[in-house]
């Protein structure tokens, strides 16, 4: 059953911006953190940021940080990665995912057992 929704990809120019979204239900509203991954084609999936949900403490991979941000509205069920500076190597599926284990603000897929069905990002020159 779902219980993570993206939203908010789409085709951009180099250095323009979007905003994902995910929405949380049922089981992913008890989730300990919330993180952000992507994949391309032949390459392993990478962690961008995880987000503990009980006071908000974010993590970043070197690679988005200062163009990436993390955030949630807990009134809303949502939490939201607006994207700035994009490049054309952030081209790949974004999805959104929930841990339920305690220990889990590391850039580690393995610790995340709900995923959203992913969302398409496109940056061109």
């Known amino acids: 059953q779902v219980q993570l929704v993206e939203s908010g990809g789409g085709s951009v120019q180099a250095g323009g911006s979007l905003r994902l979204s995910c929405v949380a239900s049922?089981?992913?509203?008890?989730?300990?953190?919330m993180g952000w991954f992507r994949q391309t084609p032949g390459k392993e999936r990478e962690g961008l940021a995880v987000?503990?949900?009980?006071?908000?403490?974010?993590i970043y991979a070197d690679s988005v940080t200062g163009r990436f941000t993390n955030s949630q509205d807990n009134a809303k069920n949502t939490v939201s990665l607006p994207m700035n500076s994009l490049k054309p190597e952030d081209t790949a599926l974004y999805y959104c995912?929930?841990?339920?284990?305690?220990?889990?603000?590391?850039?580690?897929?393995?610790?995340?057992?709900?995923w959203g069905q992913g969302t398409q990002v496109t940056v061109s020159l």
């Open positions: 995912a929930a841990a339920y284990v305690h220990f889990c603000m590391v850039l580690d897929s393995g610790n995340f057992n709900s």
């Open positions: 049922g089981y992913a509203l008890r989730s300990y953190c």
């Open positions: 987000i503990y949900t009980s006071g908000g403490r974010t």
